[in-house]
């Protein structure tokens, strides 16, 4: 019998994922492979890279493909996003792109994946247009930036734009002939928005009160510069299994919600156990809230000029091992459920030649709390005679001219910089304490506020449907109907944060607000033969840091006209039955059964 004719499709196949195991496997050793190759159907054909996954090749991006490689010859079927990468590397994609937008046209198929490499998503059919996502390490911007902006919006965009939950910018309305001219225009921007989407590390945040907190125990814009411009100048860290997040938190007065982040750093002071004295950075891993779980304490202490290269080694072992066959269970976190994190661990340490410093949480000073309302309203600076003004942006939306006057008070009254908040708004730091009221009024006048009602303040929605194709419901709207509601009926005295998201990628982390919401299609009560109308899965009692939690399931698919009066009765119901002042609503919402709740939604709801 021929050993090279007359195979059938399956035994090819099982020939070429062979001589790809059998390479892998050598290459992982260190040993030579053996060819390459394998024999199909008598012909000769190359099966991918023979680098081992340790080893610096003349590409460094060959550690994806041998990734994707070890995979099939381990009987996986690569997903569409993989295949796509594989086959058109995306950042070989410009003169597409210049074509495209020549012709007018839109991505279609897997080109729409692609084309989000370089921060431009399609979003049809809620929007038929592109949004771009902009990148902004730890959040901080200059004010002719944001002024070039405002000029790209209203020329190429819809003439605003929206402050992201990772500090960051989107511009939306983007037509099919103009995101090359809009490309073009962030890098006369000195904006480099490359990897701001698909599978890869989005916009680094820190705490966005670094530099002027009386409060932080270290700076932190320093680092995520540091980190932003190492991923910049690595190509093999790009292009991962999914897309990746990475966080510092400087123990200041905002938190930089480094817990949700598939890598956050959080400054801790050291405190016994043989440490030398100073602050260093406690690594946790794996966070992911819309799939409900925190990132987890690893144990490992960093001094801080060793993060950006820890953080490196994490994200290249992920890309060797990252699940490159289901979409679902792609991030971090599967990798940690499966492998456990001492072998993780391992791994980093072979990744980097050297062992990591391991030590006891409780060698550490606990850390400071933050404070819920700092990100909005007045606030002194550890300058003497400085201060910052958060600016109030409920659900984060602004204008061209309201980006422009931003800019103009940052310039004429600050430093020229300004600083985006995972919070959906922004700071105007260093102003002299004799030009607040100047500054206040110039931010009324624009038509913004720097007050924030309790409610306000800890508003978040997602894009929603009027500009996501995936969401259930127009998240902004409903979070100014739920605000407008309750503030006509009651007056909190302490920060309740509410989050509406529009879908099961949870942009907004419903999971973590005090109150949080997921859009969902549900039968129309007056028409339950009809159409369906928009709704929400309600949550309780979910929170981050030192309040850290996943909310409970307190309603399910409830239309939206039923939640607006349900989310009253459940804040007043709070108002009523708290312990006093100083319990929180996470407090409160932990002391009371579900049953109790939806008890007290129900009866406060009828005199609300």
């Not at 059938?8 to 290459?27: E, H, I, N, P, Y």
């Not at 979003?123 to 902006?149: E, I, K, N, Y």
């Not at 156990?273 to 819309?290: K, R, S």
């Not at 109150?515 to 949550?539: C, K, M, Q, R, W």
Request: glycine fraction near 10%.
């Amino acid at each position: 019998m021929s050993a090279t004719n007359g195979f059938t499709d399956a035994q090819k196949t099982f020939l070429q994922g062979f001589a790809m195991g059998s390479d892998v496997a050598r290459a992982v050793r260190g040993l030579p492979v053996l060819a390459g190759s394998a024999i199909t159907n008598g012909q000769t054909v190359t099966v991918g890279p023979t680098t081992s996954p340790n080893s610096r090749s003349s590409n460094p991006c060959d550690a994806h493909t041998l990734a994707q490689d070890q995979q099939v010859s381990a009987g996986g079927k690569l997903c569409a996003e993989e295949k796509a990468k594989r086959e058109k590397p995306p950042e070989d994609l410009w003169d597409e792109l210049v074509a495209r937008a020549t012709a007018g046209e839109f991505p279609k198929g897997t080109d729409v994946f692609l084309t989000k490499f370089y921060g431009m998503f399609h979003v049809a059919p809620a929007q038929d247009s592109f949004m771009c996502r902009l990148r902004f390490a730890g959040g901080a911007m200059r004010s002719w930036q944001m002024r070039g902006l405002a000029d790209l919006a209203d020329r190429y965009a819809g003439g605003y734009s929206d402050v992201t939950t990772r500090a960051n910018l989107q511009l939306r309305e983007i037509k099919a002939n103009d995101p090359v001219h809009v490309l073009m225009g962030l890098r006369d921007l000195g904006i480099i928005n490359y990897g701001a989407g698909g599978d890869n590390i989005r916009n680094v945040t820190a705490s966005p009160l670094s530099g002027i907190d009386s409060q932080e125990l270290i700076e932190t814009l320093p680092l995520a510069r540091d980190m932003h411009y190492h991923i910049v100048h690595h190509r093999e860290l790009f292009g991962l299994p999914r897309k990746f997040n990475i966080a510092f938190d400087g123990g200041g007065a905002i938190s930089a919600l480094e817990d949700t982040n598939d890598i956050g750093f959080t400054a801790v002071r050291a405190a016994g156990d043989g440490l030398a004295e100073g602050v260093y950075f406690q690594l946790t891993l794996g966070g992911i809230t819309g799939h409900q779980d925190f990132a987890r304490p690893t144990g490992v202490l960093l001094e801080p000029k060793e993060c950006v290269e820890v953080a490196s080694a994490v994200v290249r072992v992920f890309l060797r091992t990252g699940d490159r066959t289901d979409r679902k269970r792609a991030r971090l976190k599967y990798v940690l459920d499966e492998w456990g994190f001492e072998k993780f661990l391992s791994e980093v340490e072979r990744e980097l030649g050297r062992t990591l410093r391991r030590t006891p949480l409780d060698a550490c000073e606990p850390r400071n709390s933050d404070h819920r309302q700092a990100h909005v309203g007045v606030h002194a600076q550890k300058q003497v005679g400085m201060s910052y003004v958060g600016v109030a942006l409920p659900v984060g939306r602004l204008s061209s001219d309201q980006m422009r006057g931003l800019a103009s008070l940052s310039d004429r009254y600050g430093s020229g910089e300004i600083r985006l908040t995972v919070w959906q708004n922004l700071l105007i730091p260093n102003i002299a304490d004799r030009d607040i009221d100047e500054v206040l009024v110039a931010i009324e006048e624009m038509g913004l506020d720097w007050q924030a009602s309790s409610i306000r303040a800890g508003l978040i929605a997602c894009t929603g449907a009027a500009g996501c194709k995936y969401a259930a419901a127009p998240t902004k709207q409903n979070a100014l109907t739920i605000a407008d509601y309750v503030e006509e009926r009651l007056e909190l005295d302490v920060p309740v944060n509410i989050h509406l998201t529009g879908c099961h990628h949870s942009c907004a982390q419903h999971y973590i607000g005090d109150i949080g919401l997921i859009a969902t299609n549900v039968e129309n009560p007056l028409d339950p033969d009809g159409d369906t109308v928009s709704g929400y899965h309600v949550f309780v009692g979910g929170g981050y840091g030192l309040r850290q939690g996943i909310g409970r399931e307190l309603f399910a698919s409830v239309p939206f006209d039923d939640v607006t009066p349900r989310v009253a009765a459940l804040l007043q119901g709070y108002l009523d039955q708290r312990l006093s002042r100083d319990e929180a609503f996470v407090d409160f919402a932990h002391r009371k059964s579900i049953d109790e709740l939806r008890e007290l939604c129900m009866l406060q709801a009828v005199t609300v």
